[in-house]
Structures are given as structure tokens and as C-alpha cells.
């Protein structure tokens, strides 16, 4: 029977070591491709010749965890489907570096690393791991800070995997959502294929375009990516809540509480809750599985 010992990483639930450093690099077109994955349509981020042509700030988003070699006696491994994406935080310091043109001799290279902060047994036989990633620029500079909470789900019915006992400090934060109506509203209909498109980003798990692969998950079909649902909802705050200036975006942070679907509408909603911050939720009506909170416990932080 596998056993887990996060503690013999995690000691006094202190974060683990940092990575060394990968160089990840990045051109144009990869900054393009993300912009349209995440259903942007503001020229500054999907045409490279507009004046502010920007990289949108949870470009990132798809680095955590990066450079981290997970000990697997100490964080349990779901396989495939069953492991999916719980919550992310991303926090913007500085702007991430504009590629100048599009090929390896135009590409910008940035250095990230990761550490383990955090593993929890989580009911059912599942647990939840988080991570810390920053990015740094050619400088030095940390320019985003990223949270990864990842759940592996049905580990005891899979592995039979002995009870544990968590370790580490969890970054998650609980939110109540004001009974009063939204200060802000923004929705966008998720377009069919859209997640077809966002796997082009890079991440290609087939729980998010294989029928099959989606059926082995327990879901009726396939999902989408929580990031594109993440992305989705960071764009739509920064064209809403910062006038579409991405250097106003600081933070946005949640869980993935239900599955969202191509051709589901997102609504993303925001109570003010003080100045620069809104407590955030984002919520499905309909559609395959019908009314649902799908992003919530998340705030955004803005300048
Ligand atoms: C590689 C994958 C890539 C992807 O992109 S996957 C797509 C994006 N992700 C999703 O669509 C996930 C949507 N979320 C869900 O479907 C559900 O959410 C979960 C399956 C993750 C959990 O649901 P359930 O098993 O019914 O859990 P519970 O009974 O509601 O809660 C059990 C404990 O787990 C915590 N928890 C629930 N959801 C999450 C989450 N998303 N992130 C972190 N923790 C979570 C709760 O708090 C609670 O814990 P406490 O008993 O200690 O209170």
C-alpha cells in the first residue's frame, strides 16, 4: 500500500526548497495564441503591431510548478483525469517581457522556479497540493508570483492509498459573496471550441477534447481547461475593473469549484469589498450540467 509523508519535505509546514532556476522562452505567436485561448478580443493583446502590445498578465499562469522534481513519497499522484486543476492565484509585480517578433532569434527567455508549499488529505480519498512559482525576467526581477493548487481525486479507490497526514501552510482563502447586487458584471459565451484552441497553449491532457478520456474523469464530457476558465475571467476583470490596461491588474485568485463547458456563458461577478479589491465569483446558468458556481473563495486585486 502507498504511503505518503509530506512532512519529511514540508518540516515545521515551512514551504519545501525552490527549484534552480529553467529558462522558459517565448515568442509572439505564443503571446497571441494565449490571447485569443482565453477569449480576448482587445487588439493590445492579439495584434502584435498595436502601440501597447502587451503579454497578458496570466500568460504565466501556465509555468506553475515549473521546475519542480515532485517526490512522489511525499505528494500523492492521481492519474490523468483524475487529477485536476483546483485553484490559482497570480499575482502581477512587474510586466512579463514583450517578445519582439515572432521565431527562437525574436524570443524573450525568462527564469522560473517553483517550491512545494503545501500537501492536504481532502475527503473521499483525495488530497490537494500547492505549489509556489515565481517568474523572473532577464534582470532579476520577480515580475509574477503564481499559486498552484492542484486535487487529486478518488487516490484511495485507485491506489488504496493509507491515510496520511498533511503538511505545510495552504494559501487558500474563503470569500463570502455579498447578498447585495454586483458592483461589477462581465459574461462571454465560451465559444464550442474553444478548449481545442487553448490546448495549443501547451497543455494537451485529453480530459479536455477526448470524449473517452472525459467519461474515465466522471464528467459527461469534456471540460475545459480551469485555466482558460481562469484566463476567461482575468480578462474579463481587466477590461471591465481596469480600463483593459493590463499593468492595472495585480492579482486574482480561486477555486475551480465546478466544471465549466465549451458553449456554457461565464459570468463573472464583483462586490468592492475596499479599495483595489473585489471579492469575485463566476457562475454558469445552464447548459450541461445545468446552474452552478463554477469560480469562487477568489478575489481580484487591481491599481
Ligand atoms: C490537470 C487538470 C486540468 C484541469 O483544468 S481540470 C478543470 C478545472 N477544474 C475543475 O473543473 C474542477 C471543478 N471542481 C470540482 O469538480 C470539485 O470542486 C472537486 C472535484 C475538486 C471537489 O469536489 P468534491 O469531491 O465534491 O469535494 P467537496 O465534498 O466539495 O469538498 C471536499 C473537500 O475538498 C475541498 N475542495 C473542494 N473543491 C476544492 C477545490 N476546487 N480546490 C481546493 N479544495 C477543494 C473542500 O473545501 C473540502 O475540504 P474540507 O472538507 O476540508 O472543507
Redo the contacts with the bound molecule.
Sequence with gaps: MATFNPRAILAGNEPGAWSAPVPITYDQRDVLLYAVGIGCSDLRFTYEGHPQFAVFPSFAIRWGSAGLQIDRTAVPSSPG?L?????RCIEQLAPLPVPVGIGADKATTVQVRSRLLAV?P???G?A?TEFETEVLDGAGTVCMRITT???Q?GVAALGDIAPFEGAGTTR?VKTEVPQRPADVTASIRIADNQAALYRLSG?Y?P??IDPESAKFGGFPAP???????YGHTAQLLTATVCGGDPARFGALRG??????YPGDTLQVLGWQDRPGRLTIEARVQGGVAGDRT?FN?AFFEHR
Design positions: 483525469p487529477m485536476i486543476d483546483a485553484e492536504h481532502r475527503g473521499k483525495g490537494f493548487g492542484l486535487f481525486r487558500s497543455d491532457n480530459l479536455h471540460i475545459l481547461h480551469g485555466l482558460c476558465t477555486r475551480f469549484s465546478a466544471p465549466v463554477v473563495n
